[in-house]
């Protein structure tokens, strides 16, 4: 097989866009399931009965609105830099100039994913809004996990197919 480093960096680029699109296409589709999860961990009312931290609660329904659309295109946004990322390394996997140019796209796609939720659902969500306190809408696990995969994942990426010694005699 030729250049199995870029095929699967490829794949993995494409796969993390097709995940992104799941769950975009998942808070398009059902809005209103995620919503809650937004609106509680924003309005921190599942968090530790007698928190000190309320004061940086937001019980404001529009701004819960706002702040769930930002998520859903950033997720849009990363499903689109994943899947055309991915498509665009396949087609230059022969070619390690330009396959190199094309690997802006993931890591574009990841540096959106990171900001998602390790930005936003682990520091945001969890440390400033207590997510973590709550039983019911606490998504830092899973935050935490997808954060460390785009971590990986990029890290993959930055990879270089290992130069391949000619066959000569010596």
Do not use: C
């Not at 250049?3 to 794949?11: D, K, N, V």
């Not at 940086?56 to 295109?73: E, K």
């Amino acid at each position: 097989m030729k250049f199995p480093l870029r095929l699967l960096q490829s794949l993995v680029v494409f796969l993390s866009g097709v995940f992104a699109l799941f769950v975009f296409a998942g808070n398009l589709m059902d809005y209103d399931s995620n919503f809650q999860f937004v609106k509680h961990v924003l309005s921190m009312d599942t968090t530790f009965e007698g928190n000190a931290l309320m004061w940086r609660a937001i019980d404001v329904t529009w701004i819960h609105h706002v702040a769930y659309i930002g998520i859903i295109l950033a997720e849009g946004a990363f499903a689109a830099l994943g899947i055309v990322g991915g498509i665009l390394l396949f087609l230059r996997r022969n070619d390690a100039a330009r396959f190199n140019r094309a690997k802006i796209w993931g890591f574009a796609a990841y540096g959106l994913g990171f900001l998602i939720w390790y930005l936003g659902f682990v520091i945001i969500g969890s440390e400033w809004f207590a997510m973590w306190q709550s039983s019911s809408w606490n998504g830092k696990d899973t935050a935490m996990n997808i954060s460390m995969l785009w971590g990986v994942f990029a890290v993959l990426l930055a990879m270089n197919e290992p130069v391949r010694e000619s066959a000569r005699a010596d």
